[in-house]
């Protein structure tokens, strides 16, 4: 198993940055692929970026350009660079692991850890 803590939300105006870290513990941080997703009140949680134990990397186009994704083996956090923020990226964001062996990247379904989430609120 694999333990995953959020940190890095908070709140922002419109166009600014913010930088989300995952901190992993537990089992072989590389042996997992991970991904960040993000739910926003009375929506489905949805997959925001995602990347491989191959180092594949995957967006929706929704973020495409303005959110990255980098995973930093050495000391097993996960992050999420995102700039150019909208008012509609605010939800409460999480840090997901999985190793199954058909995976979907942005799919939630895929996923077995999850954080306990961080939120992003980014105001016009």
């Known amino acids: 198993q694999v333990q995953l803590v959020e940190s890095g939300g908070g709140s922002v105006q419109a166009g600014r940055s913010l930088r989300l870290s995952c901190a992993a513990s537990?089992?072989?941080?590389?042996?997992?692929?991970m991904g960040w997703f993000r739910q926003a009140s009375g929506k489905e949680r949805e997959g925001v970026a995602a990347i491989g134990r191959d180092g594949s990397i995957y967006y929706p186009e929704s973020v495409k350009g303005r959110f990255t994704i980098s995973r930093d083996s050495a000391d097993n956090t996960l992050h999420l660079q995102m700039i150019s923020l909208k008012p509609e990226d605010t939800a409460m964001y999480y840090c997901?692991?999985?190793?199954?062996?058909?995976?979907?990247?942005?799919?939630?379904?895929?996923?077995?850890?999850w954080g306990q989430g961080t939120q992003v609120t980014v105001s016009s």
């Open positions: 537990g089992d072989t941080y590389s042996g997992y692929y």
């Open positions: 997901a692991a999985g190793r199954w062996p058909s995976w979907i990247p942005l799919s939630r379904r895929s996923y077995t850890f």
